[in-house]
């Protein structure tokens, strides 16, 4: 039983690891242009527009007919005034439009309050067309970050393949590694030489280690088929990504390519889609609170009321989006920099295991450690390389999506 586990354990890795789909390559670049050919959300919003600018032109005809009557009435103020105020004679162009305007509006012109100008003309003049357009700018303003969101997606998903499928071949190194020293274990044993717990020890830690394997194939294979459907490809189509440190030209002496807090939170404050939307509402508001305060003086009345009211929730609201876009921009930039410390710790503990390495090389020269020793210790060096690259790849993607945040969103 003993003798036939590490030929158990090399048909468990041949299962694990094989695969019968031929496998193509595939760029981050490739990817991100396959994810992004289903126009459909985009589309979406484009037909949503031209709604939008069906209401927007509407509004913009209701505005041309409202300043044609309300010319019609001063025209009409001012024969009238003309003829049975002050007195004079009317050319008969005049009089005939002046006989016209009667027959329209009454025997004298209306005499309206301000409450009735503001609810019969200015309101549905001045708001309209403004809450319409405003409505397009929003709009426009929310379609461009789908792509970039799309994009940020995609990066992470590629980025998570990578780890894991590398986290996966270092797996199982190691557990080739200790496979190779339970067969030494088991010829010490049938010397003599170790006792028969130990072997059975062993035995569990390999059971544990294939366990862990298996774990994580079954995540990778996951994180594939995850992949494969952002695509829109079969979940049993294969690829190899392309490593995104494949363009670093020495990846244990990578350039900082981060901007300060500050240069993000103010890039970030004039340009995310949020605060842009929450500005526009305001700045709406804003002019329909002037509007209404020109035509009425009573602070108590309803639509001076609402209008204040609306003013308010619309700062509110801005002040909000402003204060949730900091927070998230801060956070972000948070973990930036813990990706990008933790990558200086790492390229310093590569180091230390390169040293140590040479050092158990020259013991091993001497005869004072076995070659499995030094099998180990190249392993540390594996993995202290693949923790170089986990972290790199971590701090360069939330390069790529601090740039995001900062720029017209989505959030990080």
Partial sequence: MLKKMSALIIAFLLTINCSVFAESEISIDQTIELAT????????????????????????ERKKQIESTLASLEAFE??????YEAGESLTVEESIELEGYIKKYGDEPPNYTNQEML??????????????????????NT??????????????LYNQVISFQAALDLQDSYLTLNIEQHDEMVLNYELGEIKPEDLILSEMNLSIMMMQV????????????KFNKLIDVSITE?????????????????????????????EALMN??????????????EREDSIIRDFLSNELL???VSAEVALVEAAYNLEQAEVLVVDDVSDGYVTMMTYWKDYLLSVESYKLQVDAYEHMKRQYELGQISSMDLSFADYQIEEAINKVETNLRNYMLSIEKMAIASGIGPAY
């Fill in 272 to 285: 995310r889609a949020e605060i842009k939307n929450a500005r526009i509402d305001y700045e709406v508001k």
């Fill in 37 to 60: 050919e289903d126009q459909s959300v985009l589309e979406r919003i484009d037909s949503t527009l031209e709604k939008l600018w069906d209401n927007y032109n509407a509004a913009k």
């Fill in 302 to 304: 309803t639509d001076r």
């Fill in 214 to 225: 298996e774990q994580l194939t079954n995540n990778l294979d996951t994180l594939k088929m």
């Fill in 119 to 140: 609810d019969l003309f200015i309101i549905p003049r001045d708001f309209g067309y403004k809450s319409a357009y405003a409505e397009i700018e929003k709009l426009r």
């Fill in 143 to 156: 379609k461009q970050t789908i792509i970039p969101g799309i994009e940020s997606n995609v990066r992470e």
């Fill in 78 to 83: 001012e024969l009238y005034e003309k003829k």
């Fill in 238 to 266: 294969e690829f190899v990504l392309i490593d995104t440190l494949s363009s670093v030209e020495d990846i244990f002496a990578a350039e900082p390519l981060h901007k300060s807090l500050e240069v993000y939170l103010e």
